[in-house]
């Protein structure tokens, strides 16, 4: 199984990105998709997550600005992240559960700066 995330870049505080990852390979009954996202000296955060019924949730510091969203076809999940700050910056990493496991894409770097 491999994902492939895209869609970061730059942008300034206030504007918004919208991130995609696309799961290939053997795939199966997906549990729930995802995105975590990382910066240098902290642990992985769970920024938003999907389940297979379209549940989703949210960290506290998502809730309002952040959308997740999947695409059961295509096996893609994808973020729409509005009102940016720079505290958002980070390596943002997708994720899908399905049996056997938990599978993770490369990663992909967003940055919050003016």
């Known amino acids: 199984v491999q994902l492939q995330a895209s869609g970061g870049g730059v942008v300034e505080p206030g504007g918004s990105l919208r991130l995609s990852c696309a799961a290939s390979?053997?795939?199966?009954?997906?549990?729930?998709m995802g995105w975590s996202r990382q910066t240098p000296g902290k642990q992985r955060e769970l920024v938003a997550s999907?389940?297979?019924?379209?549940?989703?949730n949210y960290a506290d510091s998502a809730k309002g600005r952040f959308t997740i969203s999947r695409d059961n076809a295509k096996n893609a999940v994808y973020l729409q992240m509005n009102s940016l700050k720079p505290e958002d910056t980070a390596v943002y990493y997708c994720?899908?559960?399905?049996?056997?496991?938990?599978?993770w894409g490369q990663g992909t770097l967003v940055t919050v700066s003016s």
């Open positions: 994720y899908l559960v399905m049996k056997g496991g938990i599978y």
């Open positions: 390979g053997s795939i199966f009954n997906i549990n729930g």
């Open positions: 999907i389940i297979s019924g379209g549940s989703t």
